[in-house]
Protein backbone atom coordinates (compact mmCIF):
# COMPACT_ATOMS: atom_id res chain seq x y z
CA UNK A 1 0.00 0.00 0.00
CA UNK A 2 1.36 3.27 -1.26
CA UNK A 3 0.55 6.13 1.93
CA UNK A 4 1.61 9.39 2.28
CA UNK A 5 5.01 8.73 4.25
CA UNK A 6 6.16 6.01 2.02
CA UNK A 7 5.11 8.65 -1.22
CA UNK A 8 7.13 10.82 0.51
CA UNK A 9 10.38 8.56 1.84
CA UNK A 10 10.09 7.72 -1.94
CA UNK A 11 10.96 11.44 -3.32
CA UNK A 12 13.30 11.72 -0.39
CA UNK A 13 15.51 8.77 -2.05
CA UNK A 14 15.10 9.43 -5.42
CA UNK A 15 16.52 13.43 -4.72
CA UNK A 16 19.78 12.33 -3.15
CA UNK A 17 22.67 13.29 -4.84
CA UNK A 18 24.37 9.99 -6.79
CA UNK A 19 27.66 9.17 -4.98
CA UNK A 20 30.04 9.68 -8.20
CA UNK A 21 33.45 9.29 -5.95
CA UNK A 22 34.78 6.62 -3.78
CA UNK A 23 34.53 6.30 0.40
CA UNK A 24 37.61 6.59 2.33
CA UNK A 25 38.18 3.15 4.02
CA UNK A 26 37.87 3.40 7.44
CA UNK A 27 40.44 4.60 10.05
CA UNK A 28 42.60 1.32 11.15
CA UNK A 29 44.21 1.97 14.33
CA UNK A 30 47.59 1.14 13.01
CA UNK A 31 47.97 4.84 12.09
CA UNK A 32 47.97 5.54 15.67
CA UNK A 33 51.47 5.02 17.69
CA UNK A 34 50.73 2.96 20.99
CA UNK A 35 50.29 5.28 23.79
CA UNK A 36 52.69 5.46 27.42
CA UNK A 37 49.58 6.54 29.70
CA UNK A 38 51.94 7.98 32.12
CA UNK A 39 53.85 10.21 29.19
CA UNK A 40 50.17 11.21 28.17
CA UNK A 41 49.38 12.62 31.86
CA UNK A 42 52.99 14.29 31.92
CA UNK A 43 52.34 15.67 29.14
CA UNK A 44 48.36 16.77 29.78
CA UNK A 45 49.87 19.08 32.78
CA UNK A 46 52.12 20.50 30.76
CA UNK A 47 50.35 21.34 28.33
CA UNK A 48 47.67 22.91 30.51
CA UNK A 49 50.39 24.53 32.42
CA UNK A 50 51.33 27.98 31.88
CA UNK A 51 55.05 27.99 32.98
CA UNK A 52 56.28 27.38 29.25
CA UNK A 53 55.46 30.95 28.38
CA UNK A 54 57.86 33.89 28.79
CA UNK A 55 55.59 35.22 31.74
CA UNK A 56 53.81 32.55 33.21
CA UNK A 57 50.07 33.44 32.05
CA UNK A 58 49.11 31.65 28.88
CA UNK A 59 49.62 27.72 28.32
CA UNK A 60 49.21 25.64 25.22
CA UNK A 61 45.73 24.81 25.98
CA UNK A 62 44.44 28.86 26.27
CA UNK A 63 45.10 28.93 22.32
CA UNK A 64 43.65 25.18 22.06
CA UNK A 65 40.93 24.58 24.52
CA UNK A 66 38.73 21.53 24.58
CA UNK A 67 35.83 24.29 25.22
CA UNK A 68 36.47 25.39 21.90
CA UNK A 69 37.15 21.99 20.33
CA UNK A 70 41.11 22.70 20.53
CA UNK A 71 40.66 25.80 18.79
CA UNK A 72 39.66 29.18 20.68
CA UNK A 73 36.41 29.98 19.70
CA UNK A 74 37.33 32.99 17.88
CA UNK A 75 38.55 34.15 14.05
CA UNK A 76 42.26 35.71 15.54
CA UNK A 77 42.98 35.22 19.06
CA UNK A 78 45.28 37.52 21.12
CA UNK A 79 48.15 35.75 22.32
CA UNK A 80 50.67 36.43 25.23
CA UNK A 81 48.97 39.83 27.16
CA UNK A 82 45.08 38.21 27.05
CA UNK A 83 43.11 37.50 30.17
CA UNK A 84 40.33 35.12 29.21
CA UNK A 85 38.82 32.81 26.94
CA UNK A 86 37.08 32.63 23.69
CA UNK A 87 35.24 36.27 22.95
CA UNK A 88 35.62 37.03 26.79
CA UNK A 89 39.04 37.37 26.04
CA UNK A 90 40.69 40.93 26.36
CA UNK A 91 43.84 42.27 26.44
CA UNK A 92 45.92 43.15 30.18
CA UNK A 93 45.75 47.33 30.11
CA UNK A 94 49.39 46.49 31.71
CA UNK A 95 50.58 44.29 28.92
CA UNK A 96 48.58 45.08 25.95
CA UNK A 97 48.89 42.15 23.20
CA UNK A 98 50.68 44.55 20.39
CA UNK A 99 48.41 42.70 17.60
CA UNK A 100 46.28 39.42 17.16
CA UNK A 101 47.72 36.56 16.44
CA UNK A 102 47.83 36.59 12.21
CA UNK A 103 45.94 33.19 11.94
CA UNK A 104 43.31 31.26 13.32
CA UNK A 105 44.25 28.56 15.69
CA UNK A 106 44.00 25.18 14.15
CA UNK A 107 42.54 22.20 15.98
CA UNK A 108 44.56 19.35 17.35
CA UNK A 109 42.40 16.24 15.73
CA UNK A 110 44.35 13.32 15.36
CA UNK A 111 47.92 14.92 14.36
CA UNK A 112 49.52 12.35 15.84
CA UNK A 113 48.16 9.53 12.92
CA UNK A 114 50.90 8.30 11.02
CA UNK A 115 49.76 10.63 7.72
CA UNK A 116 50.09 14.25 9.32
CA UNK A 117 52.97 14.86 7.94
CA UNK A 118 53.04 18.65 7.31
CA UNK A 119 51.70 21.16 9.73
CA UNK A 120 50.77 24.30 10.30
CA UNK A 121 48.50 26.70 7.78
CA UNK A 122 51.41 27.30 5.42
CA UNK A 123 52.97 23.69 5.82
CA UNK A 124 56.18 25.30 7.66
CA UNK A 125 57.12 21.76 9.21
CA UNK A 126 56.72 19.08 7.60
CA UNK A 127 58.65 15.60 8.14
CA UNK A 128 61.51 14.90 4.99
CA UNK A 129 63.60 12.17 4.98
CA UNK A 130 66.45 13.86 3.11
CA UNK A 131 67.52 16.29 6.76
CA UNK A 132 69.27 14.46 9.03
CA UNK A 133 66.31 15.26 11.63
CA UNK A 134 63.93 13.75 9.58
CA UNK A 135 62.27 17.41 9.22
CA UNK A 136 62.20 20.49 7.46
CA UNK A 137 61.51 23.51 9.75
CA UNK A 138 62.53 27.08 9.46
CA UNK A 139 64.59 26.33 12.00
CA UNK A 140 68.75 24.97 11.28
CA UNK A 141 68.76 21.38 11.33
CA UNK A 142 71.40 20.59 13.39
CA UNK A 143 68.70 21.89 16.28
CA UNK A 144 65.72 19.30 15.70
CA UNK A 145 67.95 16.55 17.60
CA UNK A 146 65.50 14.82 20.26
CA UNK A 147 62.01 15.52 19.14
CA UNK A 148 60.57 12.28 18.48
CA UNK A 149 58.10 13.12 16.01
CA UNK A 150 56.72 16.40 13.72
CA UNK A 151 54.32 16.79 16.54
CA UNK A 152 56.71 16.94 18.94
CA UNK A 153 58.53 19.43 16.81
CA UNK A 154 55.79 22.11 16.40
CA UNK A 155 55.19 22.56 19.75
CA UNK A 156 59.22 24.17 19.74
CA UNK A 157 57.48 27.36 17.36
CA UNK A 158 55.10 28.91 20.04
CA UNK A 159 56.79 29.17 22.72
CA UNK A 160 59.69 31.30 20.94
CA UNK A 161 56.61 33.71 19.34
CA UNK A 162 56.54 37.11 21.12
CA UNK A 163 52.57 37.18 20.43
CA UNK A 164 51.97 33.75 21.38
CA UNK A 165 54.04 32.73 24.48
CA UNK A 166 57.37 33.86 24.61
CA UNK A 167 56.72 37.63 25.55
CA UNK A 168 57.74 41.07 23.90
CA UNK A 169 60.99 42.96 23.87
CA UNK A 170 63.16 42.66 27.51
CA UNK A 171 60.34 41.47 29.91
CA UNK A 172 61.44 38.26 30.66
CA UNK A 173 64.13 36.15 30.93
CA UNK A 174 62.65 33.97 27.95
CA UNK A 175 61.39 36.75 25.76
CA UNK A 176 65.17 38.28 26.44
CA UNK A 177 67.16 35.36 24.53
CA UNK A 178 64.42 35.25 21.76
CA UNK A 179 65.41 38.74 21.08
CA UNK A 180 69.01 37.90 21.36
CA UNK A 181 68.78 34.93 18.60
CA UNK A 182 69.76 32.72 21.86
CA UNK A 183 67.17 29.64 21.53
CA UNK A 184 69.33 26.45 22.14
CA UNK A 185 72.40 26.07 24.88
CA UNK A 186 72.84 27.43 28.06
CA UNK A 187 70.93 30.30 28.68
CA UNK A 188 68.89 29.77 25.02
CA UNK A 189 64.83 30.26 25.90
CA UNK A 190 64.33 26.43 25.43
CA UNK A 191 67.02 25.79 28.01
CA UNK A 192 65.64 28.16 30.59
CA UNK A 193 62.25 26.62 29.82
CA UNK A 194 63.59 23.34 30.58
CA UNK A 195 65.40 24.54 33.59
CA UNK A 196 62.13 25.88 35.38
CA UNK A 197 60.19 23.07 35.18
CA UNK A 198 63.38 20.66 36.10
CA UNK A 199 62.87 22.98 39.53
CA UNK A 200 59.54 21.73 40.27
CA UNK A 201 60.31 17.99 42.32
CA UNK A 202 56.79 16.83 40.56
CA UNK A 203 57.98 17.14 37.15
CA UNK A 204 61.07 15.78 37.98
CA UNK A 205 59.71 12.62 39.39
CA UNK A 206 57.31 12.47 36.41
CA UNK A 207 59.97 12.79 34.01
CA UNK A 208 62.50 10.36 35.59
CA UNK A 209 59.47 7.76 35.81
CA UNK A 210 58.51 8.11 32.25
CA UNK A 211 61.93 8.27 30.07
CA UNK A 212 64.85 6.01 31.09
CA UNK A 213 67.32 8.83 30.30
CA UNK A 214 66.61 11.13 32.66
CA UNK A 215 67.88 10.14 35.74
CA UNK A 216 68.18 13.35 37.53
CA UNK A 217 66.57 16.57 36.81
CA UNK A 218 69.45 17.97 35.31
CA UNK A 219 68.83 15.79 32.29
CA UNK A 220 65.23 17.02 31.60
CA UNK A 221 65.77 19.02 27.87
CA UNK A 222 63.02 21.33 25.83
CA UNK A 223 62.39 18.13 23.67
CA UNK A 224 61.55 15.99 26.11
CA UNK A 225 58.62 17.86 27.06
CA UNK A 226 57.51 18.72 23.42
CA UNK A 227 57.71 14.85 23.34
CA UNK A 228 55.40 14.75 26.14
CA UNK A 229 53.16 16.97 24.99
CA UNK A 230 52.89 15.58 21.55
CA UNK A 231 51.98 12.17 23.25
CA UNK A 232 49.13 13.92 25.44
CA UNK A 233 47.96 15.46 22.16
CA UNK A 234 48.31 12.23 19.99
CA UNK A 235 45.86 10.64 22.89
CA UNK A 236 43.68 13.02 24.14
CA UNK A 237 42.41 13.98 20.69
CA UNK A 238 42.51 11.01 18.45
CA UNK A 239 39.41 11.08 16.57
CA UNK A 240 38.02 7.71 14.98
CA UNK A 241 34.61 7.10 16.48
CA UNK A 242 32.35 9.50 15.00
CA UNK A 243 29.12 8.30 13.18
CA UNK A 244 30.47 8.44 10.14
CA UNK A 245 33.33 6.09 11.32
CA UNK A 246 30.80 3.92 12.34
CA UNK A 247 29.09 3.79 8.63
CA UNK A 248 32.20 3.35 7.10
CA UNK A 249 33.18 0.46 9.01
CA UNK A 250 29.51 -0.73 8.87
CA UNK A 251 27.49 0.72 6.05
CA UNK A 252 24.08 -1.41 7.14
CA UNK A 253 24.09 1.37 9.79
CA UNK A 254 22.47 3.46 7.27
CA UNK A 255 22.16 7.49 7.45
CA UNK A 256 19.41 9.71 7.94
CA UNK A 257 18.33 11.13 4.22
CA UNK A 258 19.89 14.38 4.58
CA UNK A 259 23.18 13.18 5.73
CA UNK A 260 23.38 10.73 3.00
CA UNK A 261 22.48 13.30 0.31
CA UNK A 262 25.19 15.43 2.29
CA UNK A 263 27.20 12.69 1.72
CA UNK A 264 27.19 11.90 -1.62
CA UNK A 265 27.31 15.47 -2.42
CA UNK A 266 30.21 15.18 -0.83
CA UNK A 267 32.21 12.88 -2.71
CA UNK A 268 30.32 13.49 -5.55
CA UNK A 269 29.05 16.81 -7.49
CA UNK A 270 30.07 19.23 -4.53
CA UNK A 271 33.75 18.11 -5.48
CA UNK A 272 34.34 18.54 -1.27
CA UNK A 273 36.42 15.45 -1.47
CA UNK A 274 39.07 16.53 -4.13
CA UNK A 275 40.69 18.36 -1.48
CA UNK A 276 39.38 16.99 1.35
CA UNK A 277 40.67 13.35 0.57
CA UNK A 278 40.94 9.82 2.81
CA UNK A 279 39.87 9.03 6.18
CA UNK A 280 40.49 12.28 8.16
CA UNK A 281 39.12 14.63 5.11
CA UNK A 282 42.46 15.87 3.79
CA UNK A 283 44.74 15.79 1.20
CA UNK A 284 47.64 17.39 3.08
CA UNK A 285 47.91 19.73 0.19
CA UNK A 286 47.95 23.27 -0.11
CA UNK A 287 45.44 25.07 -2.29
CA UNK A 288 44.28 28.79 -2.90
CA UNK A 289 40.71 29.19 -2.16
CA UNK A 290 39.99 33.03 -2.21
CA UNK A 291 39.37 32.92 1.88
CA UNK A 292 39.12 36.37 2.82
CA UNK A 293 41.88 37.89 4.85
CA UNK A 294 41.56 39.80 8.00
CA UNK A 295 43.90 40.97 10.72
CA UNK A 296 47.30 41.94 10.74
CA UNK A 297 48.42 39.15 8.14
CA UNK A 298 51.53 36.99 8.60
CA UNK A 299 54.48 39.12 7.54
CA UNK A 300 58.51 39.16 9.09
CA UNK A 301 59.59 41.27 12.02
CA UNK A 302 61.21 43.86 9.18
CA UNK A 303 58.13 43.99 6.77
CA UNK A 304 54.94 46.07 7.15
CA UNK A 305 51.89 44.50 5.63
CA UNK A 306 49.19 42.92 5.75
CA UNK A 307 48.92 40.46 3.43
CA UNK A 308 49.11 36.79 4.24
CA UNK A 309 50.67 34.97 0.98
CA UNK A 310 49.86 31.13 2.90
CA UNK A 311 52.51 28.79 1.56
CA UNK A 312 54.71 31.18 -0.92
CA UNK A 313 55.87 32.31 2.48
CA UNK A 314 57.48 28.99 2.89
CA UNK A 315 58.31 27.89 -0.66
CA UNK A 316 58.94 31.30 -2.27
CA UNK A 317 57.09 29.80 -5.32
CA UNK A 318 54.64 32.46 -6.63
CA UNK A 319 52.29 30.18 -7.66
CA UNK A 320 51.68 29.23 -3.99
CA UNK A 321 50.62 32.95 -3.44
CA UNK A 322 47.15 32.49 -1.08
CA UNK A 323 47.45 28.49 -0.55
CA UNK A 324 46.77 27.21 2.71
CA UNK A 325 46.62 23.46 3.23
CA UNK A 326 43.91 21.47 3.57
CA UNK A 327 42.69 21.34 7.12
CA UNK A 328 41.44 17.84 8.27
CA UNK A 329 36.94 18.00 9.02
CA UNK A 330 37.06 15.95 12.26
CA UNK A 331 34.57 17.76 14.57
CA UNK A 332 34.81 20.75 11.79
CA UNK A 333 31.17 21.53 12.66
CA UNK A 334 32.78 22.39 17.06
CA UNK A 335 36.09 24.51 15.24
CA UNK A 336 34.60 27.74 13.72
CA UNK A 337 35.34 30.18 13.01
CA UNK A 338 36.74 28.59 9.25
CA UNK A 339 39.39 29.88 7.45
CA UNK A 340 43.05 30.46 7.83
CA UNK A 341 41.87 34.15 9.26
CA UNK A 342 38.66 32.73 10.58
CA UNK A 343 36.62 35.21 8.17
CA UNK A 344 33.52 33.10 8.82
CA UNK A 345 31.50 31.73 11.67
CA UNK A 346 28.25 30.83 9.97
CA UNK A 347 29.44 27.16 8.58
CA UNK A 348 26.67 27.35 6.05
CA UNK A 349 27.78 31.32 4.76
CA UNK A 350 31.55 29.57 4.70
CA UNK A 351 30.13 26.54 2.45
CA UNK A 352 28.55 28.62 0.12
CA UNK A 353 31.86 31.66 -0.08
CA UNK A 354 34.15 28.34 0.16
CA UNK A 355 32.49 26.72 -3.22
CA UNK A 356 32.09 30.43 -5.04
CA UNK A 357 35.19 32.32 -3.51
CA UNK A 358 35.12 35.13 -6.27
CA UNK A 359 31.75 35.98 -5.43
CA UNK A 360 32.29 36.12 -1.59
CA UNK A 361 35.32 38.75 -2.14
CA UNK A 362 32.57 41.33 -3.10
CA UNK A 363 31.00 40.76 -0.22
CA UNK A 364 34.09 40.82 2.28
CA UNK A 365 34.21 44.16 0.25
CA UNK A 366 31.07 45.20 2.10
CA UNK A 367 30.29 46.20 6.19
CA UNK A 368 27.48 43.41 6.21
CA UNK A 369 29.59 40.55 5.76
CA UNK A 370 31.35 41.14 8.47
CA UNK A 371 28.83 41.54 11.37
CA UNK A 372 29.60 37.71 12.37
CA UNK A 373 33.63 37.87 12.55
CA UNK A 374 34.28 36.78 15.94
CA UNK A 375 36.98 38.95 17.60
CA UNK A 376 37.92 39.96 20.47
CA UNK A 377 38.39 43.47 21.33
CA UNK A 378 41.62 45.51 20.44
CA UNK A 379 42.79 48.61 18.85
CA UNK A 380 43.73 46.86 15.11
CA UNK A 381 42.79 47.59 11.18
CA UNK A 382 41.37 44.11 10.51
CA UNK A 383 40.05 44.45 7.49
CA UNK A 384 43.00 46.53 5.70
CA UNK A 385 43.35 43.90 3.07
CA UNK A 386 39.80 43.80 2.08
CA UNK A 387 39.41 47.45 2.18
CA UNK A 388 42.20 47.61 -0.69
CA UNK A 389 41.01 46.84 -4.41
CA UNK A 390 44.18 45.80 -5.15
CA UNK A 391 44.75 43.13 -2.39
CA UNK A 392 41.54 41.88 -2.65
CA UNK A 393 42.33 41.39 -6.38
CA UNK A 394 45.01 39.17 -6.06
CA UNK A 395 43.41 36.91 -3.23
CA UNK A 396 40.73 36.38 -5.86
CA UNK A 397 43.09 35.93 -8.72
CA UNK A 398 44.52 32.96 -7.18
CA UNK A 399 41.37 31.55 -6.72
CA UNK A 400 40.38 31.85 -10.48
CA UNK A 401 41.94 28.80 -11.80
CA UNK A 402 38.36 26.90 -9.92
CA UNK A 403 35.18 26.86 -10.94
CA UNK A 404 32.61 27.74 -9.37
CA UNK A 405 30.26 25.35 -7.28
CA UNK A 406 26.61 26.44 -7.66
CA UNK A 407 24.07 24.82 -4.57
CA UNK A 408 20.93 25.31 -3.56
CA UNK A 409 19.84 26.14 0.53
CA UNK A 410 19.09 22.71 0.51
CA UNK A 411 22.30 21.39 -0.72
CA UNK A 412 23.88 23.40 1.79
CA UNK A 413 21.93 21.98 4.58
CA UNK A 414 22.51 18.22 3.69
CA UNK A 415 26.10 19.15 3.18
CA UNK A 416 26.20 20.60 7.19
CA UNK A 417 24.10 17.46 8.23
CA UNK A 418 27.07 15.13 6.84
CA UNK A 419 29.42 17.28 8.57
CA UNK A 420 27.67 16.51 11.77
CA UNK A 421 28.49 13.01 11.04
CA UNK A 422 32.21 14.02 11.72
CA UNK A 423 31.58 14.98 14.83
CA UNK A 424 32.92 12.90 17.76
CA UNK A 425 32.07 13.17 21.68
CA UNK A 426 34.98 11.13 23.03
CA UNK A 427 37.33 13.58 21.30
CA UNK A 428 35.55 16.73 21.79
CA UNK A 429 35.31 15.26 25.58
CA UNK A 430 38.93 14.11 25.56
CA UNK A 431 40.31 11.28 27.11
CA UNK A 432 42.08 12.73 30.44
CA UNK A 433 40.60 15.78 30.65
CA UNK A 434 41.69 19.03 31.83
CA UNK A 435 43.67 18.83 35.09
CA UNK A 436 42.43 20.48 38.88
CA UNK A 437 46.20 21.54 39.00
CA UNK A 438 49.23 21.94 37.46
CA UNK A 439 52.71 21.16 39.23
CA UNK A 440 53.69 24.88 38.85
CA UNK A 441 50.41 26.27 40.84
CA UNK A 442 50.00 28.32 38.24
CA UNK A 443 46.48 29.26 36.71
CA UNK A 444 45.33 26.53 34.62
CA UNK A 445 45.53 26.84 31.12
CA UNK A 446 46.45 30.31 32.03
CA UNK A 447 42.97 31.17 32.70
CA UNK A 448 42.40 32.35 36.45
CA UNK A 449 39.10 32.03 37.97
Known amino acids: MITARSTALFLAFSTTAALSGPLPDPVSSSVYDTVNIDEAVLGQLLFYDPILSGNQNIACATCHHPDFATSDGVSLGLGEGGIGLGLERRGALDNMPPDRIPRNSPALFNLGASEFKVLFHDGRIE ?21 ASLLSAQTMFPVLSPDEMAGHGAENEVSKAVRQGLITGEGGAWNILSRRVAALPDYAQRFSAVYDHIDTPDDISFTDIS ?58 MFHAMGAPQLGPGKAAAFEDHAHDLGRMGVTGDPTDAFAFRTPSLRNVMKTGPWGHAGAHSVIERFLRDHLDPVTAAGRYAQADARRAVRLPPHESDDWREMDDALARDSIIQAALIREPVGLEPADIAALVSFLRMLDDETALYGRLGIPDAVPSGLAVGGLPN
Open 227 to 284: NAIAVFIAHEWRSDTSDFDAYLRDPAIGLSLDAEKGMNLFYGDAGCSTCHAGPFQTDH
Open 127 to 147: VDPAMASGFRTPLDDDMLEGF
